[in-house]
């Protein structure tokens, strides 16, 4: 499932279409948003690098890492990051996101960063500047994309600390520019949702094609809180469900859900095993009633003979129309409605028998009741 969201991102988007968008939300009880961010980013880096991706490029702003830690996660990851410059751009709005240090150093190296980072990072002194920080990302997937059709991937390690210094609807419009923006391939993005407001989350998702939300998997309720040891709670600390909301092209939704498990080397996806079905299976609250048939009793609801149903035993369909009486019939092999037409002596006909409630009931007439009215 995480590799259909690396798919996507790595196809990008037709002409005339918005950039897929992939909003990635942890919290404080999975807080691992963070390394599923990492998973696909080494794995776009990965296709941009074995020229599988749309996007010949990949400009990433970070907010809550260095951009020397990037450097080194592509490092363990195997990418080759001598040759970085050309495919890779950093957007550094972690080191000086206010410009602070730069107005105080006197115009000294704000960054201090060896030679191969400063090679692909570009410093950022003014983050609450949406329109700025838009201009800057542009100028940066030009720089080594160059002119033509060719496009570039943006990525942005934690929205929510672009909260910090900017409105929801400023950072919403930057967003939607790079959606609609015909040089950019796809975009990416990471966010703490037990820090936002709904209206906030909802805002992100809306603006997004994949939505995945990480959860933890919290111990049964059933279980007692003096029976679960600290090797339980260690090794369900580092696992969790990865849920996936993806919109298709043709309007539909697919939804599909994952485990993860984060190791020393990473996040590992697998699918959900059936060892946790059967511990859910086992939840189920004892019960005196079954809450599913069993082979039996669905035969035997099968073979229920409902009331005015067409049982289909060859015989003519008997509909009791209300012309003749069942009992008139009983010995007659003529169905009771038949589309046959003959002599008809009035004896089969029904008739109306109407008794007024009071005297000053008038009877019925054919007259308009309506004759004095001007229409």
Known sequence: MAESICRALRDGALQGELAPALTIKDNINSPFGFHAFSHVLTQLSSNILAGKSQSRGLVLLSFSRSPAYYVQLLKKRGLDVGSSAKWIQILDCYTDPLGWKQRFMEGENVSNVDQEVSNLSHLCTNVGDMDKLFSSIIALGKGFVGEGT??????????????????????????????????????????????????????????????????????????????????????????????????????????????????????????????????????????????????????????????????????????????????????????????EKGNDDGSGKGEIVYFRDSDDEMPDSDEDPDDDLDI
Not at 294 to 320: C, M, W
């Open 150 to 339: 060719v496009r570039f991937c943006v990525a942005v390690d934690s929205v929510t600390n672009m909260l910090r210094h900017s409105s929801i609807s400023a950072l919403a419009g930057l967003l939607s520019s790079l959606r609609s923006n015909d040089s950019v391939s796809s975009t990416l993005w990471l966010v703490h949702e037990d820090l936002h407001e709904e209206k906030v989350i909802a805002a992100f998702e809306y603006m997004s094609s994949i939505v995945a939300t990480l959860e933890a998997l919290t111990p049964s309720p059933y279980v007692s809180r003096s029976n679960m040891d600290n090797s339980y709670l260690e090794h369900r600390s580092t696992k969790g469900r990865f849920h996936v909301r993806m919109k298709r092209r043709n309007g539909r939704v697919r939804v599909i859900s994952e485990d993860f498990n984060v190791e020393q080397s990473g996040i590992k996806f697998t699918s959900i095993s059936s060892e946790d079905a059967v511990i859910n299976q086992s939840l189920i609250p004892k019960v005196q009633f079954n809450l599913q048939l069993s082979e039996k009793e669905r035969n035997d609801r099968a073979r229920v003979v409902l009331p005015f149903e067409h049982q289909g035993t060859g015989k003519p369909i008997q509909i009791y129309d209300g012309r003749r009486s069942f009992s008139e019939s009983k010995d007659d092999n003529t169905p009771l409605m038949t589309n």
